[in-house]
């Protein structure tokens, strides 16, 4: 039987990484449509995700950490809840959406802690699942607080004058 405190940092470490990731792939994308502004606010997420997950891991190190499969993760959401999908972006979008898609995902992660700390039958894991709620909503607030000194787009914001022509 896989001890419960290393099944719930596996999922942890497996989390952050996975948001870490995405976030990369966003600002590759970013980069292709020639949005910098954005690709560089994401490899800023990224990196934060790779420092918080750096912390995660730091707390397993003396865990035998489940190598899970894929279908074996047990999340709150269809992907890991800090891994935002990628519907939510826009090849035009700016600062501000990326802002909120960033708090979004951080939201969705706190919930996730927030459940594992009021739901799960393990002592320690509920007390590691309330600390790692608490670092989220830090998170959420330090998001929130940049999104309100950040500029709002215009509602036209992801009009495209020269839209792209691509032959049949």
Known sequence: MTNKVALFLAHAVAMEQEAADRYEELADTMD???NGDVAEL??????????HGASVAQRASGYDLPKLKSWQFRWNTPEPPE??????????????????FALENERRGHQFYAGEAARNEDATVR???????????????ELEAWIARTPVPDADWADDPDEAVVPD
Not at 45 to 51: G, T, V
Not at 85 to 92: K, R, S, T
């Open 32 to 34: 292709v449509h020639n």
């Open 42 to 51: 994401f490899r800023q997420m990224a990196k934060y995700s790779r420092l």
């Open 83 to 100: 891994v935002g999908d990628f519907v939510g972006g826009h090849y035009l979008m700016t600062p501000y959406h990326a802002l909120e």
């Open 127 to 141: 007390a590691m699942a309330a600390e790692m709620a608490a670092e989220e909503v830090e998170h959420v607030s």
